[in-house]
């Protein structure tokens, strides 16, 4: 069984505006998560951020569900693990949605930066870089918990991984 | 390389599946019962940043575990996935190594285990994903970097506390000697690994002491912390022979499904 091009891309429009369940404002496709649709034999490929990230599941079943929605129940939602996903993954589009959320994005190209050689990080509220990291892990694992030495502020910092 | 520390018979009960299901055991079981370690501190941590820190790091344990220990009972064939091998099996059918089963002990003691655990499995995942088995590597390559992350974050306390107050260091240098011994066990190679290795399946675990000797050095030294006095390794884990405490650690663990099999949330 093949799967169009055509439907390969209605798949794919379905999916856009299906949100991450543990941060809502940025969507699955611009965290880097789905990976794409492999046309033969048809398949949703979508890849965990972290080994344990308890999202998981129900990233799979947001998924299924879009893309049930969109007419294709008989296309699989197949997780792989290669290659392994990174926040260099993350769109713009998907930065500035985190930024407007209030968590500081991942600067672009920093996974393979060692953690500590880090750029500094822009508060996401009043821009400024004069900030300093609270706790290497925040609410989830993907987050480390900064704080801003301008306005205060404390906020989430999206770890490069 | 050594290879003969364990006596032929302890292994006959694992020789049906093979040697690369316990080779997956190891693995598995290794961030499995470090995880469960963990999330013993879970409430009790000393800060909320750290009670966050230990209990992420075992999330990224316990997903490593999964991936692990579902191939592991893909391998077997026998219908048992990650979660029936992590519940339903008895101490002596665990593959760990003994660190990672020891007591919490103190905060100092945790950082301390951590930090000479997480830089063997770092060592090991970087070389693991060269594995000729693409499924070890995936996994591998997958956990090497949230690996690293728990080796920075264990060895950053090794430092604070080591170069701390006379208390915060006592404690660390005491939470290092209650690990030295169970050090050599990390290294060890037997004939379940000599096998895979000439096969590229696994990783020659002795070729990768030197480098973390040299690790461990330099952030001993950056602590301000004497060089370790290694003891009379004990060893036994990868053949079953457990310490008591993983029988405990298990008891708490596997309560639940155990004792009502059909229980689902
Ligand atoms: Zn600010």
Known sequence: ???????????????????????????????????????????????????????????????????????????????????????????????EHLRDYGIAPPPKGSASM?????????????????????????????????????????FDHFKCH | ???????????????????????????????????????????????????????????????????FLNFAGAIEDRGRDGDRLAFHRDASDFRNCLLVEQPNGDFAQTMARQFLFSTAQLGLFE????????????????????????????????????DGTDESRNRMVVGLDWCWRFIDELFLVDDVEAGLIEQGIAVDRSALRGAFDARLSSVLADAGLPAPVYPRGVRGGRAGRHSEHLGHLLATMQHLPRSYPDAVW
């Open chain 1, 114 to 154: 060692t953690l500590k050689a880090g750029a500094p990080v822009a508060c996401p509220r009043c821009g400024s870089d004069e900030t300093r990291e609270v706790s290497r892990f925040g609410s989830t694992p993907c987050k480390a918990q900064w704080q801003c030495r301008a306005c205060l502020e404390p």
């Open chain 2, 127 to 162: 070389q693991l994903m060269l594995s000729t088995e693409p499924r070890i590597a995936e996994i591998a390559a997958k956990g090497v970097k949230e690996v690293r992350y728990h080796a920075d974050l264990a060895a950053d306390w090794i430092v604070r506390l080591g």
């Open chain 2, 1 to 67: 390389m050594n290879r003969d520390f364990f006596p032929a018979d302890t292994r006959t009960d694992s020789a049906p599946h093979g040697a690369m299901f316990d080779y997956l055991l190891r693995l598995g079981d290794d961030s499995l019962i470090l995880c469960q370690r963990l999330t013993e501190w879970c409430g009790h941590a000393p800060a909320l940043e750290i009670d966050l820190s230990l209990a992420n790091i075992g999330l990224d344990l316990i997903g490593q575990a999964t991936l």
């Open chain 1, 1 to 95: 069984m093949q799967l169009s091009a055509e439907g390969a891309e209605r798949i794919l429009a379905a999916l856009e505006s299906v949100p991450d369940p543990e941060i809502p404002a940025i969507s699955l496709m611009d965290l880097g998560v789905i990976r794409g649709i492999r046309r033969e034999p048809p398949a949703v490929l979508i890849t965990p951020t972290y080994s344990g990230c308890p999202a998981t599941l129900v990233i799979e079943r947001a998924v299924r569900e879009a893309v049930d929605a969109a007419g294709y129940s008989d296309v699989p939602v197949e997780t792989v693990l290669a290659p392994p996903w990174t926040t260099d993954w993350i769109t713009e589009r998907g930065r």
